[in-house]
Nanobody, 118 residues
């Protein structure tokens, strides 16, 4: 079955940076739109960024200019470079995948915790 495994979360001070990685297996990666979502305590899960196989990229307004999503099709991996982090970015970050012709993300990783201290 499809697996998405995130890594790279941790504790960082405000203003710092982290790079999240997501490795996919048994997924038609080059036909998939890859996304990052996050869920803060007591809040609903929210969209962060997405990237298609032909590199169409979308960001949530709250992360534009600070976060960069990228993918490496040769490694079936997607990344999220996060800069100038603030405590408001504290959340569990999830990697997700959907088919390029689909609107719903079908596959999800287990999540990685990002904590930003003030």
């Amino acid at each position: 079955q499809v697996q998405l495994v995130e890594s790279g979360g941790g504790l960082v001070q405000a203003g710092g940076s982290l790079r999240l990685s997501c490795a996919a297996s048994r997924l038609p990666f080059t036909d998939s739109v890859m996304g990052w979502f996050r869920q803060a305590p007591g809040k609903e899960r929210e969209f962060v960024a997405s990237i298609s196989w032909y590199l169409k990229i979308d960001y949530a307004e709250s992360v534009k200019g600070r976060f960069t999503i990228s993918r490496d099709n040769a490694k079936d991996s997607v990344y999220l470079e996060m800069n100038n982090l603030s405590p408001g970015d504290t959340a569990v970050y999830y990697c997700a995948a959907r088919g390029s012709g689909r609107s719903r993300y079908k596959y999800w990783g287990q999540g990685t915790q990002v904590t930003v201290s003030s």
